[in-house]
């Protein structure tokens, strides 16, 4: 049994820097994880176009749901345009119609616009008819779909999963996200038979000194910053590869 390919999402390039250090083998590059990850800035992306591993940069224009105006339609193909011109090695994006099926023509026209590969984000999580929205990412040309199985967490969407890994049936790759942890990897693999692993590997760090006027004015978390842990990047490999190891 080959590797199975981990994916971490991150919003910060140290944290995309100590995932690539640590055992990711693709980094998801999105702004704003706290609000589901939004697309990052240019900037980013030239920076995270130097890291080892190859770098997917999240095209998603605002929180909430998955819907698009034609403006924001617009301003996402302006922003494949800009990962493609950093050198990122692909993009992550869906979108739905107001019938929850996938923007099949909005889709079509990004993917077409670009030659960078694509994975189809949890978008296809809203979907009405979740087989159909497979088989149309197939059609459409993604590389692979992240999904929980239309589930909270992934280890509560087990049944879909192994679903989407039937209908798939080898054409494009599932890999499963949310809530993913070392502790659970072994589980999600083994009863949904998905292909990668998707999670975001972070901890709260303590804040180094007070910062209480930052706190105070809401900028800060009393908890502390949440980022990258390269011990969680390493455990969650490490569980990965001894469930590989096992099913030898």
Not at 50 to 78: C, H, Q, T
Request: proline fraction near 4%.
């Amino acid at each position: 049994m080959t590797r199975i390919p981990l994916e971490v999402c991150v919003d910060t390039l140290e944290g995309a820097w100590t995932a690539a250090e640590n055992g990711a083998d693709r980094i998801e590059l999105c702004a704003a994880l706290s609000e589901g990850g939004l697309t990052p800035s240019q900037g980013f992306m030239v920076a995270a176009a130097r890291l080892p591993v190859p770098v997917y940069a999240m095209i998603r224009p605002r929180s909430g749901n998955f819907e698009y105006s034609d403006l924001e339609k617009a301003l996402m193909l302006r922003d494949i345009h800009a990962a493609e011109k950093a050198g990122l090695a692909g993009i992550v994006i869906g979108a739905v119609d107001s019938q929850h099926n996938l923007d099949r023509d909005f889709l079509a026209a990004s993917l077409n616009g670009t030659r960078l590969p694509a994975t189809l984000h949890r978008a296809i999580d809203t979907a009405g008819d979740y087989e159909k929205a497979i088989e149309d990412a197939i059609t459409l040309g993604f590389e692979r779909v992240l999904t929980s199985g239309q589930a909270s967490k992934a280890e509560h969407g087990l049944s879909l999963l192994q679903q989407a890994v039937n209908v798939a049936a080898g054409r494009i790759s599932i890999m499963a996200g949310s809530g993913v942890t070392a502790a659970n990897a072994s589980q999600i693999l083994k009863r949904s038979g998905v292909q990668e692993l998707h999670a975001s590997c972070s901890s709260v760090k303590p804040l180094p000194e007070p910062q209480d006027l930052e706190t105070r004015l809401g900028f800060v978390s009393e908890a502390g910053i949440k980022d990258t842990d390269g011990n969680v990047v390493q455990a969650l490999r490490r569980a990965m590869d001894q469930f590989t190891e096992a099913a030898a």
